[in-house]
């Protein structure tokens, strides 16, 4: 329940169907989704709500009201046999310290981390079975995601087959390389088409073509670090992406293990700086513990596993010119 005037209420419901006719204005006429379907959905069900405690408020015309009101993909639903899980974020160096003696405690001594660039795309699941690629999937959120295996082919370093005929599932980012980025909004600009806000837009909009043919045009690219249930001789995160690596799969060679926060603060240090510099985007840096064992005995709590913190930079200055073109249209 939300303690908004009705007066207050009825400003906030205008402008959430605003917003929500121009995304999904974007995703059904353009099939070009300009938002995540986390912020959507997010918007969704507060519109919902709000219409909920102010029945007064709501009109046939509220996209509440639509039957096909949700972004419903065309694509064929994936159930995630082990969830795709979201990630507690922190701002600050001394929320990373408290995040570092959490563990401490729990465990009971200290622990190495992973350290790794959050790579500023979408998450994608990748099976293979005897080596050879079956399924790509989206995360959807987090349990049910989207087939896009048609659209993953024509993505050019994920792996079709392994050297090894392995029934595995790995996961990573999906993203959009700035200069790619940069190239397809001028087309699209040029066409007259709608550009889009940002690379992890461009990717998400990219990935979830229905047509294929329009992915394999776009140049995506994915940076893997998850390798779900690795077999045991696997012991530790960092270790587990070098595997990755040797199978084939595109991983960021930037992670690196840590034994203390100080090397981690070091690290943090190095990517503020080189941020801008870097090919990709990101938003962030994540730190994991790397003993998977370890990860294991701390569990995750509903949506968020208890060894693993994102520290996000702080935003960036966008290019706010893009931004303004999209509101404004
Ligand atoms: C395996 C875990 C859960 C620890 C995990 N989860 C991640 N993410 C979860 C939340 N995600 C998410 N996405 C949309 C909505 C909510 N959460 C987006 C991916 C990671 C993302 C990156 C990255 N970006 O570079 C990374 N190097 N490691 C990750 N590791």
Not at 175 to 185: I, R, V
Not at 293 to 312: D, F, H, M
């Amino acid at each position: 329940m939300t303690n908004l005037s009705l007066e207050e209420a009825k400003t906030k419901v205008k402008s959430l169907r605003n917003q929500l006719n121009k995304w999904a204005d974007a995703y059904y006429a353009k099939d070009a989704p300009v938002v995540e379907d986390a912020t959507y959905d997010k918007s969704y069900q507060e519109l919902e709500k709000l219409e909920a405690q102010f029945p007064e408020l709501v009109s046939s015309d509220s996209i509440t009201q639509r039957v096909g009101g949700e972004i419903k993909s065309n694509f064929s639903k994936v159930e995630h046999e082990v969830p795709m899980l979201s990630m507690g974020d922190v701002f600050s160096k001394t929320e990373l310290k408290e995040f570092d003696e959490r563990i401490q405690k729990a465990v009971g001594h200290r622990v190495a981390y992973n350290a790794e660039l959050k790579i500023d795309g979408l998450s994608l699941s990748l099976e293979y079975e005897d080596g050879r690629l079956v399924r790509a999937s989206t995360r959807g959120n987090g349990s049910v995601g989207e087939d896009v295996t048609a659209n993953a082919r024509f993505i050019k370093d994920i792996p079709q087959t392994l050297p090894e005929p392995l029934t595995i599932e790995v996961r990573g980012e999906c993203y959009m390389g700035k200069e790619s980025f940069a190239k397809l909004n001028t087309e699209r600009d040029a066409e007259g088409k709608q550009v889009f806000a940002n690379p992890r837009n461009a990717a998400a909009g990219s990935l979830r073509q229905l047509d294929a043919k329009v992915t394999k045009k776009r140049d995506l690219s994915t940076f893997i670090y998850t390798w779900v249930n690795p077999p045991e001789q696997i012991t530790g995160q960092h270790q587990a992406i070098k595997a990755m690596d040797k199978l084939g799969f595109h991983t960021n060679q930037t992670g690196h293990r840590f034994e203390s926060m100080d090397e981690v603060f070091k690290f943090i240090d190095e990517y503020t700086e080189k941020r801008d510099s870097l090919s990709y985007g990101i938003d962030g840096i994540v730190l994991k513990v790397d003993d998977l064992s370890l990860q294991n005995k701390l569990g995750n709590t509903v949506k968020v596993p208890r060894w693993e913190i994102a520290y996000k930079f702080p935003p960036e200055e966008q290019e706010t010119i893009v931004r303004d073109i999209l509101w404004t249209v």
